[in-house]
Each structure stands twice: as structure tokens, then as C-alpha cells.
């Protein structure tokens, strides 16, 4: 089972970014659970979603308390959150930012972590290039499906067609595209 | 002009009554109680008291309200005296479909009896719901309003006798001033339910926009029939609001429920209008004014206005002064409409 | 077809498969986007010949509902918590006139102090109002027991609840296999009532009743319960000979064959359940579980022949009884009351408490070294509670309970809010 928890703030699309990657799972032929951390979800409160993805069916309710893969939507949440919280230390994390590991303040933090597994993404500025409205979900996505392969391209693209009218839907997979081949490079 | 506003504008009034007879109508305009056709929606044998003005008011509303849909009709009751006195398994009154769920919910129910029919291709079959004025005015006044602002296929009737009969005279927030209650007791410096509380029901309706809103008597048959069909012939929702004595709860003579409730209406206490979408479109004048006292003095509950050398004036001619904006709100007084036209019929 | 779906989106569509034609909606968290999935897909016209009616509270919901059965229409709403309780009157009166609606309850918790969060409180309110209660596992059984409760309700002309356990399931996405329409079609006849209210067959409906009858009416009721009890695991058996799956039922048993520990549950929880039972069993640990889907009927000879075998059972319940403990456990041990058995409550999940299965292991190996009490409470932060009881006992005027609790959980967060003040003399 892959465990993949999503920290952001209400208004990001928190809950939309695990239910995206349950699509794609799911289109993949997995079995895919995504839930919302239920409460406030008021804009800018930090909020937090979840998904698992396994070859299975999943019959866990809990919360995801030891994610191997971590989507930070939000920066600024470094450091009023603990987002790292539980993190496998052989896992993923994709952070939604256009500065380095020390200028964030965390290179310490991820040097201990496998090559590849931690990568930034500058998935709002990628979203205002493509969609022209800050909304990242789609380059992270583009992120965690090159870096942990959980989740194929193709299934990423069908997840965004699924979920937006055709317009928008194109001008994100554009920015999950782009996303993801960054972080391939990486 | 018709015949029949030929016959109204020469006014046979009947003494007593002070309303226009049968014998003065032509044979398709009397009342529908007078027919040997009637339906009979609430037969007799029910256990209502003597001059249960409640029994009257539901039987005349219904039996108009069968007549003009042809027998396709479904009620809907609200817990209350007419519910109760009305049944009990298994000697049920009524000859028409009956559904009686809560004391709260009867709107509700009859939007869901007039969904659940027009679903099943049956929009032909009409709902009329009921309730006295606890279950309208208060408990059920969310539910009521629901349905108004819904604007739900629903003719709603409200027998009001102005308290909690059913549970032993208690005030509701329909009982008028002054009025003794089981909860608003004749004691005290000021005896009886005070002044300045209470709902205005037909204006509240009003308020809602809803294609039709009347206030009927038992005193006047034709009348309340008239409303009732008028009613039947529209459609969205629709409220009629009756005025029932109720001998127990007043304190007044059980041969006496047409005669209260008809000074009730000439001292202006009790005005009779129509309203369409929000605005008055008639009311029924009066035509000889009686004061406010005529109508209190056969009721008990308010016997403490009238004892022997401590007659309560300021609180009767408050009173008084209540019936009098009555009479000024709705221009019930003929001299007041210089255009004498009969209001009864409106075109 | 099989779609990955939010469990509220799911119910939507399998409730528009059985064709309601009245749908009362209310908004309550977190039932609501069931309501809402409904409503767009009649606005839509793709649910046709169904009236969608957006009412003033649950307790108009229902009695909508209610006058809708009453003519023959097939009738649905949902709700949860304080709806529940606010349509109180009219979930009594729709089971005592046999009106067969379905009812979801998005299983939520009951204030004070307000909590929006999962928990059992709601339903079990209710549990005694005369209405069948099934109990879904995933939201594929949401899906699937909403299918058959129209076919259970019907044929008995008895009210059906199904209990989904709010956010853990109505807002969780996971694949669910929607059927088709011909399907639920072949499985769902339509609608025929027991009594109709009719113009050309006038009777009355909702009478009173005196002592003469009432307690024969009454015990009708409770005929037609155990009636239900026989026609659940049929209905269960043709459902599954169509749609080729396994829902509903009775009790489900998981591996419990020789075990000397059975944990009963009702509700999602018996996912997490199984997956520790299954960690124990590796290690060597003879324990298993035994799901209620039906908990109105309780299903006492299913429940004893699933549970007789066991040594000690531990009724994992998401709801207390203060004064008491637990229903279901109560409930439980009088279907063992001919094969005495320890019978542990433990109270877990209240108001969105999250069960883990880290919890569940330690509870689980403390049960099986019988050294539960007979109400343990899973999680229970003891040392505020402590605080508390401390507080009052010293303090008359102690104030608020929630908010002490919560001072006490985030001292740090509450000096810097509010400096603190002198302590009553």
C-alpha cells in the first residue's frame, strides 16, 4: 500500500488533489481510497487530504500517520505545521515552491532522503502560466506520478479530463506536463 | 347583471342572520349544505360539542371543496379537536381520503400528498390541509410557511377558535386580549392575555405572495363557500383563514356559535377579505356596525371586562379601538366606499 | 460500472436507480451532497419523473416524505445528528402508519457540545422509532443496501434507515461498481402500497387509537421486525444473484472460525477491524470479527450462532450510553443470554475520534488477557479529565466543561490568547 497525505490551505484544492490521484490510480487499475481531513475548512485555514493506492481493496479507516509520500501545496506551512509529521524516511515529498531546499530552510532535513524522492515544483507559477489562475494541483500531480510512479501520465491527463470542463482541463494537463518533465529531469 | 347580483343589490337580508337566504338565490348558487348532493366530507355522529363552530367550518369548507373538484380531493389534518373528535378508529367521520400524521406537520405532509400524486400522474386529485390555530399559528407555522413560499399545490384552512381547545383552553398565538385562558388566567390587575402580542396569520400569509388568501366565517355560509371554490379553481398555495367559535373555550351558548362569530365580524374584530399575491382584492362590508361590547358580552372569557361596578372601559374601549382600524385598514363601512358596489361577488 | 467516486455521490446514483418520485432535501453536514447529487441530476432531467423539494428543516423533509408514501409514491431523504433528532416526531409517526421510506443518516455525532464529526449517536437515537437499520461497511454496500432497502421497505411497508458513517464514508472516494438501470429494474419492482390514499377508496389514515388496540398495533410493529429478520438474508441471496456481489445480510462473520476473541462492530470501523485481525492472526492470535449490517431487526439467533463458539466478545461501539455504557453490547449480550459470555464495551470514536489500528492492537491483546473493564473507553485523554474533575470539585463555579478541556489540551495557546487570570477565591 502507498500512503500519500496533502497539506495546503482551504481554497487550494486539498481535497481535489487526492481525489485526482485516486482517479488516476484507479484508471490505473489500483484500488485507490482518497478522504478529506474533515473539518474547518475555511479559505486559508491549513488543511489536510489523504490517499492510498494499492493493488487491493483497502478496508483501513484511519488517517494516514506514516505517509510515504507527502504533496506540500502551501510552503508557508513548513514552518506552522508539522507537515513532515510521521514521513517514511525512504519516501517521496513534492513541495509547491520555486526556491531551493535552503532557502526554504529544510535542505538539512531532505539530504537524509533517497535521490529523486524530493523534488520543488514551481506548480503556481506553472498553473499561472497554463491556466492563469493560481491553481497548483495539476503540475504537483504532473510531480508525484514522475517521481514516485505510482501513477502513469496518461492516467494523470484522463483523472484532469474527468474532472474539468474541456478548456480548463487542457490548459492543466499542459501544466502537469511540464511538471512532470522537470521533476523527470530532476 | 346577473341575475344573481340583481338579487344581491336589493339585499334580502334575513332577520336575525342578517345574510342573504337560499330562497333568494337561484337553485345553482345555494349552498352546497342544502343540496341533497352534498358529499357529506365529515358525516355526522362525530363527537364534537354542541355548537361546535369547528365541525361547522370544516364541514362547510370541505363539502364546497369537494363540489368543485368533483369528488378529487385528499385532506390532510393537523392533531388537534378536529382530529380527534372526528375519529377515532374505527368510527372515522370522514368520506373522503384523510391522512392525519403530527400536530406540526400537516403543510408538509399535504406537500408531499400533492408531490406524491402529481409524480403518479394523479394531479387531477386536489389537497386541502387543516388545523385549528395552535397547530397553524404556532406549531406548525415553519411548516405552513414552507409551504407557502414553495408556492405548493396546498389549500390550507386554519379553523381558528383563537386558543388550545383540544388541551383544555390554554392561549395560543391567536387568542386575542383580554381573552381568559387556561394559561391567561382572569386574575390580577390586568385579568386575561395582554395586549399587543399575537400573529396576524392572513397578513403573515400575505406576506408570502401566494396566489390567494381569504379570512371566511361560519357566520356567513355563502360567503365561505364562495372563498373555498374561488380557491379550488387556483392552484399553487392557498390559505383560508375561518372563524370557528368554540362554546367551550368561550364561554358562550352553544345556539350562539353563528351569532358570535357573525358580531364578531360586524364589530370589525374579525374582518372578511380576499387577497391576491399580496393584495387585497375585496371585503365583505358590514353592514350595520355593532360595538366591540356586543360581541364580548356573550363570551365568558371575557367576563371580567363586564362585572357589576368594576367594568374594565379602558381595556374594552382598547378593544374597540382595535375593531376600529380594522374597519378603517380594510374599508369595511359601506360609506366609506362611495362606489357601493356589492363586494360579496367580486367580478 | 465500476467508478472511482465520492460515497455520497454513489449513494446519489443508486438512490436515482430505484426511481424515486418524491426526494426531501435538507442540508446537514454530512449528508448533504448526497441531497445535492440528487437534486443536480433532476435538474439535469436525467432523473425523470421525480419531484425535488428543497423544505425548511428535517422535520419537514420528512413529513414530506410521509405524505408522499401515504399516496403511493415512492419517497426518499437523508439527514444526520441534529436533523435526525429535529425530525424526531415524524421518524415515530412514518414507521407507526407503515410508510415504507428510505432514509440515509450520514452517521454523525450529537451535541452539546456541537461536533460534526462521525460517530453512531444519531442513529442509535433513534433505533427504537420502529425503522429497519442496516449498517454500511464501504461505500459500496452504502451503495448496494440503499438498492435493496427500497425492495425490504416495500414489501414489509416498514421505514428503512441506511447508516453510512459520515466523512469516513460520505466523503471518501473509492471505487464503486454503479449498476446498470435494467439491473436495479429486474431486481426493484415498482412500488405497491399497502394503503393508498385515494379518492375513489377513501379511508382514513393516522386515526387515534385508544388502549382497546394500541398495544396491538404496537406489537404489529414489532412483527414486522422479525419479519424483516426473515426476508433480509433472501433479498441479500437475489441481490446477489444479479448484481454478482456479496451486500447486506444479517451479520457478517471474519474469521472467526475457533477464534476466542470476536470483536463486534457496526459500520466502517469493521475495515480497520479486520486488518488487525488479520496482523493478530499472523502472530497467532486466535481472534476474529462479526459485522452487524442489520442492527433494527437485531438479529439475536445470527448474532448467537456467529458469536457462541468465542470466549469473550468486545463490542467496539461508536456511540455511549451515559449511565449505562453501550447499546450494542447490551443488545449483544442478550443474544447470548442462553451462552453466557464476558462481554467487553469498549466506547471508541466518539465525535470523530480516530480509531487506529494501533489502538485496536493493544485493546485487542488486553482484551484477550481479559483485562478490560466493562467499559473501557479506547483513547480517553484521562489526565484532563482528571483536571476537570478536580476543578469542579473544587471550584462552584467551574465554568464551561468543553472549554476547560480544551484549555487544558492547549495551555501554550491559551496564555498567548488571553493572559491568565486569578483563580476564583
Known sequence: MFETRIHGRGGQGVVTAAELLSVAAFDGGKHAQAFPMFGSERMGAPVVSFCRIDEQEIRRREPIMEPDALIIQDPTLLHSVDVFSGVNPEGYIIINSTRSFEELGIAEFVASFPPHHVCDIGATELAMQHVGRPVPNAALIGGFAAITGQIGFESVSKAIREKFPPAIAEANVAAAREAYDQAKEA | MTEESALQKVKFYQTGTHTVGNRFMSEANRTVQASIDRSNAITSGHRACQGCGEALGARYALDSAMRATDGDLVAVNATGCLEVFTTPYPETSWQIPWLHSLFGNAPAVASGVAAGLRRLGRDNVRVVAQGGDGGTVDIGFGCLSGMFERNDDVLYVCYDNEAYMNTGVQRSSATPPTARTATTPAVGDAPGNVFGTGKNLPQIAMAHNIPYVATATVADLHDLEAKVTKAMGMHGARYIHIMV???????????????????????????????EHGEVTAVKKIRRKVPVEAYLRLQRRFAHLFKKGAEDHERIARIQRMADANIRKYGLLPQEQPDDQPLEQPA | MLKQIEGSQAVAEAVALCRPHVVCAYPITPQTHIVEGIGAMVKAGTLENCEFINVESEFAALSVAIGASAVGARAYTATASQGLLYMAEAVYNAAGLGLPIVMTIGNRAIGSPINIWNDHSDSMAMKDAGWIQLHAETNQEAADLHIQAFKLAESLSCPVMVCMDGFILTHAYEQVDIPTQEQVDSFLPPFEPVQQLDPANPYSIGAMVGPDAFAEVRYLAHHKQMEALERIPPIAAEFKEIFGREAGGLVKSYRTEDAETIVVALGSVNGTIKEVVDAQREAGVKIGSVSICSFRPFPLAALHEALKGAKRIVCLEKSLAPGLGGMLASNVRMALRSHPLPVYTVIAGLGGRVITRKSLSELFERAGRDSLEDVTFLDLNWEVVQEQIARARELRHSGPIAENLLKALNPGLVERVSPPREANP
Open chain 2, 245 to 275: 367559535p368554540c362554546p367551550l373555550g368561550w364561554g358562550s351558548k352553544s345556539e350562539d356559535t353563528i351569532k358570535v362569530a357573525r358580531l364578531a365580524m360586524e364589530c370589525g374584530l374579525f374582518p372578511l377579505f380576499e387577497a
